[in-house]
């Protein structure tokens, strides 16, 4: 993997001189991973003109191989323990010759800016803007490889879920359940706080669960996601307890899986972000439910549990192969509940087969 770290660090160096900086401060954990394997808490990384660093303020934890940093990178630990890694970043670069230095300005505070001012006064700094989001955008296999693992995690630790009594039991008491089966099964841990809505609040996006209990006849809607060497995917599904759905239910559901496959078939190279959002978004507008609709239909995962691209009806861009994102549609209706339907996907040519899915829990209308 040092290659791959190497080879990321080359690309933003590029990106940066041609800004007319030769040095680079990089700020955002997810960002410090991406670069260089590993992101100690108060890690900051420098890409200086004569060596890069990673600058930590004590000892990295290396006791995991997820937590070792690239071993082609230098370590510089700040000598006094518990020190700001971003100062001494700042004047490491000094002392490397450089006199200008591209910050994440996104992520610096203002008051840090200034004392890196304070530190190094001769120091110019310019922004360096999303550059390594941007990078982070398209994965390699290794990395769609760990966000398969954690989808297969994911779905296993919901599979086991619905093979359990459910009725009589709290939102909260689930989502807990489904947290410790993802690390039992090997994750790092949630990629997101789990989120278990049922009855009125099924469907609702980014329910917190309450002590609310399952009851017969309620529709009940889950979305988690599992991390796995630091990749977060997620899958959201929507079922029925107890009982036969009844006639409303079926047809909302229905109505939600045609509109999260029509937004997953849009998925191909080369398609624009805004119309896999209106793919998806029509479908659901059509029937009357503008009203009810969240304001993405996705997002790419990653490092993050959001990421770029957004699918959403403003979205400029478009998605290039090897980019994995979410499908997610749902409509939500006050006082009866809803349905969501999320899956995890990776873009990929129609000579490859197309959009390849991660999370392959059934998304049949199950009565549990």
């Not at 020190?83 to 992520?107: K, N, R």
Request: aromatic fraction near 2%.
């Amino acid at each position: 993997m040092s290659e791959v770290y190497a080879v990321r660090r080359t690309r933003l160096r590029e990106c940066c001189n041609a800004g007319g900086s030769a040095a680079a401060l990089v700020s955002r954990p997810a960002n410090v991973r991406y670069l260089a394997g590993a992101a100690p808490e108060g890690a900051v990384l420098l890409l200086g003109r004569t060596e890069d660093l990673l600058v930590c303020a004590g000892p990295p934890d290396d006791r995991s191989p997820q937590s070792r940093p690239d071993e082609s990178l230098r370590v510089h630990v700040v000598p006094a323990n518990g020190g700001d890694a971003t100062l001494a970043a700042a004047g490491l670069a000094v002392g490397q010759g450089a006199d200008s230095l591209a910050v994440e300005e996104h992520h610096l505070t203002v008051t840090r800016h200034r004392a890196i001012h304070d530190v190094a006064p001769r120091l110019r700094l310019t922004g360096i803007g999303c550059a390594v989001e941007q990078l982070r955008v398209v994965k390699d296999e290794e990395e769609i490889s760990c966000l398969r693992i954690g989808a297969e995690i994911a779905d296993q630790a919901l599979g086991e879920l619905l093979e359990s009594i459910l009725v009589g039991r709290t939102e909260r008491h689930l989502a807990l359940e489904l947290e410790r089966r993802l690390v039992d099964h090997g994750a790092d841990g949630p990629a997101f706080p789990t989120s278990v809505a049922t009855g009125p609040n099924a469907g609702r996006p980014g329910h917190r669960p309450t002590d609310r209990r399952v009851e017969e006849g309620d529709f009940l809607s889950v979305c988690l996601g599992a991390t796995y060497r630091g990749y977060r995917c997620e899958i959201g599904r929507t079922f029925v307890i107890g009982t036969a759905p009844a006639d409303w239910q079926i047809e909302l559901y229905d109505l939600v899986f045609s509109a999260q496959r029509a937004g997953r078939e849009s998925l191909a190279p080369g398609a624009a972000c805004r119309d896999v959002d209106r793919a998806a978004r029509q479908v659901l507008d059509s029937a009357g439910y503008a009203e009810s609709l969240p304001g993405l239909t996705g997002h790419g995962v990653g490092l993050e549990i959001d990421e770029d691209p957004q699918l959403t009806p403003t979205a400029m861009g478009k998605l290039d192969a090897c980019v994995p994102v979410t499908v997610e549609p749902g409509v939500h209706l006050p006082g009866r509940g809803g349905v969501r339907i999320d899956d995890t996907l990776v873009v990929r040519p129609e000579a490859d087969g197309g959009p390849e899915l991660l999370t392959i829990t059934t998304k049949e209308l199950l009565a549990l």
